[in-house]
C-alpha cells in the first residue's frame, strides 16, 4: 500500500512538474499560435545558467539569472524570429522554432561537453518521509512551487490589467490590437513568461534524483507536449491537469515494471504518448478544449 | 507577341528537335542536365559521393511523399519517420533469411520491396481514422505520438528488428542480377567496375524518378485539387462536394506509401535498420527538407532532400580541410556542430527571408527575370489549367 502510495506521490510531483513546461506550451500557443519547439533547449539554457552560475552568485542569485536569462531568450526568439516570418502558417512557425531549438541545443550541447553539471541546490539529496512515504526533497519542493506558481498565474491572469490585456489579445487579436493593446508587447510577455517557467522547471528536472544537467534534458520537454495536447491546447488549468495525469501514468508504469512486462521493457517512457493518442482517439480536442466552431 | 513566330521559323530542323524538348524554360534546361549527371554520376563519383546520393535520393523519395501530405493536403505531420521505419523493417523481415534467432520470410527482394510499399501504406490508412479528426498542429502532435510507440515497438520486437542494434539488410536483387558486389560478381561499364553502390545508384534514381512522376500527376490530378480544396479551407472544400475525411485519408495514405519505399531504399542504402534511424529528429529532418523547398513542391522536397542529406556527410568528409574547425570533443566548433550549426541557420533564414521556400525564391527570380528581359515568353497554357482540365 505504501508503494502504491509512494508510486502516486511521486507521480503528482512529477505531474506538475511537466505542468509547468506544459502551461508554458499554452501560453505560446495562445499568445501566438505557435508550436514551440524550442521550449525543451530553453529550458535546458535555464538549468545551464543556474548551473554555471551558482558557485558565484549563490544558487538564489543564480536561480534569478537563469530565470531571466530563459525568459529573455524566449521572448527575444519571438521578436526577433517568430513575427518577422511573413507565412503565419502554424506548421512554418513550428518548424522556425526547429531551426531555433538546434541552434540553442547545438550551442549548449557545445559548452557542456559531456560533462554533467550540478545544479547546486541547497536542498540536495535529501528525502522528507512522512506516513511511509518518502520522497526526494526536491520533489517536495517542486510540488509546492508548482501550485503557487499556478496560484499566481491564475490570480495575475485574474486580476491584473497585464492579465486582461494577455486574455484579450489570445480571444481575438485583431480586436485587441484595434482597442490599444500592443501585440508585440503582449507575445514577448507570453513567450518570456513561457521561458521563466520553463527555466524553474528545468531546475527540479536537474537536481537530485536525476544526475544534473546534460542536454538530454531538453527532451524531458516533449514528454510535457503530451500534457499540453491532453489539457486541450488552450486551458491552463487543462495543462496542469494533464501534466498531473501524464506524471501518475508514467509514474506508475515504472513503479511496476515488472507486472506490465508484457508491454515491453521500457515502457514508462513511451506512456504520455500512448495516453496522448488513446484520449485523441476518444476526444479528438483533449480533455478540457473547447471544439471549435466554426461558422459559415 | 509579333515577334516572336518570325524567330522560331528561322530554326533548322536539328534545333527544332531539341525545342520539341521544351528546353526553353530555364528550370527544364536545368532539369535536363541534372538528369544527365545523375546518369553519368557512377562513371565519375568516389564512394562518398555514391553513398550520399543514395541517402539523398531515398530522401527524395520520402520528401516528396511528406509534401503532398503537409504542402499540398495541409495536414501536418511529425510521424513520417515511423512510416519509413514501417517500410524499412517490412522490407528487413520479408527479403531476410531466417538466422540467428531472428525471423524472415526470404521472399525475393522485388515482392519485400513492394510489400514494405504496402504495409506502410496500411499502416497510414489505420491512423488515417485520427487523422480525418484531427487537423493543423493538433493532428502533428498526434502523429508526434505514432514515432514513440514505433520505436518503443522496435526496441522490444526483437526477434523481428534485432532491437537497439538492428539486424542486415538483405541486399537488392531482380532474377539473374543483384544490386551488390555479387551475381555478377564483375561488371564494368566503360571501363569503371560497378560495385553495390554503383547498381543501387540506378535503382535509387529509377524508384526517384518515378516517385516524382507519380508525385507530380497525384498534385495536378483531381486528387491533389481536391487536397489543396482542403488545405485552403475544409468547410468550403465540403460545400463544394469535396469528402474532405476521405481526402485526408487518402493523403495520409500516398504519403505513407511513399514513406514506406523511402524507408526500404535508406534501409537498403545503409545496409543495416536500426531504431534510431527512424527517430522523431528524422521526422524533423524530413520536415524541414520539404520547409527548405517550398512546401507543396515536387522539384523544391527534391532539392531539399538533397541539401539536408548531403550536407552533413560533407561538412564531415571534409572537415580537415577547413581550418577553423577543431577536433571533436575539445571545445572548439568540430565538424558535426558546424554542420548542426549551419542546418539551424539554413532553416531560420529560409523561413524569415524567402517566402516559399527555394522553389518560391526561384519562382520570383524566373518573374523578375522575365519582366527584365525580352518581351518576356508567353505562359504556356498547358501550365495553366485548360478549359478541359478544370470542367468538373
Redesign the interface.
Known amino acids: 500500500m505504501s508503494y502504491l502510495l509512494t508510486q502516486l506521490v511521486n507521480g503528482v510531483s512529477l505531474g506538475l512538474v511537466l505542468g509547468l513546461i506544459a502551461v508554458g506550451f499554452v501560453v505560446v500557443f495562445k499568445s501566438t499560435g505557435v508550436?514551440n519547439?524550442a521550449h525543451g533547449s530553453v529550458l535546458l539554457l535555464g538549468a545551464y545558467l543556474v548551473a554555471r552560475l551558482h558557485p558565484e552568485l549563490g544558487f538564489w542569485g543564480a536561480l534569478a539569472a537563469g530565470v531571466a536569462g530563459a525568459a529573455l531568450v524566449a521572448a527575444l526568439i519571438n521578436t526577433l524570429?517568430v513575427r518577422?516570418?511573413?507565412?503565419h502558417d502554424?506548421?512554418?512557425l513550428?518548424?522556425?522554432t526547429?531551426?531555433?531549438?538546434?541552434?540553442l541545443l547545438?550551442?549548449l550541447?557545445?559548452q557542456i561537453?559531456?560533462d554533467v553539471l550540478d545544479i547546486g541546490a541547497p536542498w540536495g539529496a535529501s528525502v522528507v518521509g512522512a506516513a511511509g512515504v518518502s520522497l526526494p526533497a526536491s520533489r517536495a519542493i517542486a510540488a509546492g512551487t508548482a501550485v503557487v506558481l499556478f496560484a499566481a498565474l491564475g490570480a495575475l491572469a485574474a486580476r491584473t490589467d497585464w492579465g486582461l490585456a494577455m486574455r484579450a489579445a489570445a480571444a481575438d487579436p485583431d480586436t485587441a490590437s484595434l482597442m490599444g493593446i500592443r501585440l508585440s508587447r503582449t507575445s514577448a510577455v507570453g513567450w518570456g513568461l513561457a521561458g521563466a517557467l520553463a527555466a524553474v522547471a528545468g531546475v527540479f528536472l536537474t537536481s537530485y534524483p536525476t544526475p544534473g544537467v546534460e542536454p538530454g534534458v531538453s527532451v524531458v520537454a516533449?514528454a510535457a507536449?503530451?500534457a499540453w495536447?491532453l489539457g486541450g491546447?488552450d486551458s491552463v488549468p487543462g495543462a496542469v491537469a494533464g501534466g498531473l495525469v501524464i506524471g501518475v501514468a508514467q509514474a506508475l508504469a515504472i513503479g511496476y515494471e515488472s507486472e506490465l512486462h508484457f508491454l515491453?521493457?521500457?515502457?514508462g517512457?513511451?506512456v504520455p504518448?500512448?495516453v496522448?493518442?488513446l484520449v485523441?482517439?476518444l476526444r479528438?480536442?483533449g480533455l478540457f478544449g473547447q471544439k471549435e466552431a466554426?461558422r459559415? | 507577341m509579333s515577334d516572336r513566330p518570325a524567330a522560331s521559323l528561322r530554326l533548322d530542323s536539328p534545333l527544332r528537335l531539341i525545342s520539341s524538348l521544351r528546353l526553353d524554360s530555364p528550370a527544364r534546361a536545368a532539369g535536363a542536365v541534372l538528369l544527365l549527371a545523375a546518369v553519368a554520376g557512377p562513371l565519375w563519383l568516389t564512394d562518398f559521393w555514391l553513398q550520399a546520393g543514395l541517402f539523398a535520393m531515398a530522401a527524395a523519395v520520402g520528401a516528396i511523399g511528406l509534401t503532398l501530405l503537409?504542402g499540398v493536403a495541409g495536414q501536418?505531420s511529425l510521424g513520417h519517420a515511423f512510416f519509413l521505419g514501417v517500410g524499412a523493417y517490412t522490407y528487413t523481415l520479408l527479403a531476410g533469411e531466417r538466422e540467428d534467432g531472428m525471423s524472415g520470410f526470404g521472399l525475393p527482394p522485388v515482392a519485400a520491396l513492394l510489400a514494405a510499399a504496402a504495409v506502410a501504406g496500411a499502416a497510414g490508412a489505420a491512423f488515417s481514422?485520427?487523422a480525418g479528426?484531427?487537423r493543423?498542429?493538433?493532428l502533428?502532435?498526434?502523429s508526434?505520438?505514432?514515432v514513440?510507440?514505433g520505436?518503443?515497438?522496435w526496441?522490444?520486437a526483437e526477434d523481428v528488428t534485432g532491437g537497439y542494434n538492428g539486424r542486415t539488410v538483405e541486399a537488392f536483387a531482380v532474377p539473374g542480377f543483384s544490386f551488390s558486389d555479387e551475381d555478377p560478381d564483375y561488371l564494368a561499364v566503360l571501363g569503371t567496375p560497378f560495385g553495390e553502390l554503383h547498381r543501387l545508384w540506378y535503382l535509387f534514381l529509377a524508384v526517384a524518378l518515378l516517385a516524382a512522376y507519380c508525385g507530380r500527376g497525384i498534385k495536378a490530378g483531381r486528387a491533389g485539387r481536391a487536397m489543396a480544396g482542403v488545405r485552403d479551407g475544409?468547410?468550403a472544400a465540403a460545400?463544394v462536394g469535396i469528402r474532405v475525411a476521405r481526402v485526408k485519408a487518402t493523403a495520409f495514405t500516398v504519403s505513407s506509401v511513399y514513406a514506406g519505399v523511402a524507408g526500404a531504399l535508406t534501409a537498403l542504402a545503409f545496409g543495416r535498420v536500426a531504431p534510431d534511424s527512424f527517430a522523431?529528429t528524422v521526422s524533423?529532418d524530413y520536415?524541414?527538407m520539404i520547409?527548405l523547398g517550398g512546401?507543396g513542391s515536387i522539384a523544391g522536397a527534391s532539392a531539399g532532400a538533397v541539401f539536408v542529406s548531403v550536407l552533413p556527410l560533407m561538412l564531415v568528409q571534409y572537415s580537415a580541410h577547413l581550418p577553423f574547425l577543431s577536433a571533436p570533443?575539445s571545445?572548439g566548433?568540430d565538424a558535426a556542430?558546424l554542420s548542426?550549426?549551419v542546418?539551424?541557420?539554413?532553416?531560420?533564414a529560409v523561413?524569415?527571408f524567402l517566402?516559399?521556400g527555394l522553389a518560391g525564391a526561384l519562382r520570383h527570380l524566373g518573374i523578375r527575370t522575365a519582366r527584365a528581359g525580352r518581351p518576356s515568353r508567353p505562359a504556356r497554357p498547358a501550365e495553366r489549367s485548360t478549359p478541359k482540365e478544370s470542367a468538373p
Do not use: K, Q
Not at chain 1, 526547429?98 to 541552434?103: M, N, Q, R, T
Open positions: 508550436l519547439f524570429l518577422r516570418v511573413a507565412e502554424p506548421g512554418v513550428a518548424i522556425l526547429i531551426g531555433v531549438d538546434i541552434l547545438t550551442e550541447t557545445r561537453g559531456n516533449f507536449i503530451p495536447v491546447f515491453g521493457g521500457g515502457f517512457e513511451v504518448y500512448a496522448m493518442v485523441l482517439l479528438p480536442h466554426i459559415v | 503537409v501536418l481514422p485520427i479528426r484531427l493543423g498542429i493538433y502533428g502532435l498526434a508526434l505520438g505514432l514513440f510507440l520505436r518503443h515497438v526496441l522490444n475544409e468547410t460545400s522523431l524533423i520536415l524541414v520547409v512546401a570533443g571545445g566548433v556542430t548542426r550549426f542546418y539551424g541557420v539554413a532553416i531560420v523561413l524569415i517566402r516559399g
